[in-house]
């Protein structure tokens, strides 16, 4: 009796630990509509209130979604601007690979540059976490001038064809 009420006790804990996490997934259409907010504010606002905004939002969504400026042209493209990890603002994405040893940073910043500003465009890169585990996140950015707002998360499944 005691190992079956154990055991209801331990599938009780993982049902609600998928349901929270579920719940707490983001999908698509909202983190695309969370960047177009974002690239709004920061043609209005400037900079330093789109990163106030970018700060709540993500307290709000979980540290897992990650949004950052970054610049498209002149001879500073490809410059993080801003990132939530202090260290990583002021690099260049050129260099960055994932997981596959792919240059996203590089197809980031091209693909960025031939789109026209104002319009949303997606890129799937891998990386390994700590567990050397290889990981699918999907990042959602908005030409906006020289810039680029972006917002990356973890998978949510198949980008739809609109997104590509």
Same mark, same amino acid.
């Given at each position: 009796?005691?190992?079956?009420?154990?055991?209801?006790?331990?599938?009780?804990?993982? $049902?609600?630990?998928?349901?929270?996490?579920?719940?707490?997934?983001?999908?698509?259409?909202? $983190?695309?509509?969370?960047?177009?907010? $974002?690239?709004?504010?920061?043609?209005?606002?400037?900079r330093?209130?789109?990163?106030?905004?970018?700060?709540?939002?993500? !307290?709000?969504?979980g540290?897992?979604?990650?949004?950052?400026?970054v610049?498209?042209?002149?001879?500073?493209?490809?410059?993080?601007?801003?990132?939530?990890?202090?260290?990583?603002?002021?690099?260049?994405?050129?260099?960055?690979?994932?997981?596959?040893?792919?240059?996203?940073?590089?197809?980031?910043?091209?693909?960025?540059?031939?789109?026209?500003?104002? !319009?949303l465009?997606?890129?799937?890169?891998?990386?390994?976490?700590?567990?050397?585990?290889?990981?699918?996140?999907?990042?959602?950015?908005?030409r906006?001038?020289?810039?680029?707002?972006?917002?990356?998360?973890?998978?949510?499944?198949? $980008?739809?064809?609109?997104?590509?």
């Amino acid at each position: 009796m005691r190992h079956a009420i154990l055991t209801c006790f331990l599938v009780c804990c993982c $049902l609600a630990a998928s349901s929270v996490h579920a719940a707490n997934q983001i999908r698509h259409a909202e $983190l695309a509509e969370k960047v177009v907010s $974002l690239s709004s504010l920061y043609l209005a606002g400037g900079r330093e209130e789109t990163i106030i905004k970018m700060k709540e939002i993500r !307290k709000s969504l979980g540290k897992k979604v990650i949004f950052s400026i970054v610049q498209v042209t002149d001879k500073e493209a490809g410059k993080i601007l801003y990132h939530p990890t202090p260290f990583v603002t002021g690099n260049y994405v050129q260099a960055a690979t994932d997981a596959e040893n792919r240059y996203v940073g590089r197809n980031l910043i091209e693909k960025a540059q031939k789109i026209e500003p104002g !319009k949303l465009f997606w890129v799937e890169y891998s990386h390994k976490n700590g567990f050397d585990e290889r990981l699918i996140r999907q990042m959602c950015c908005a030409r906006v001038d020289s810039s680029m707002i972006c917002g990356s998360m973890p998978s949510a499944g198949k $980008l739809p064809e609109t997104f590509k």
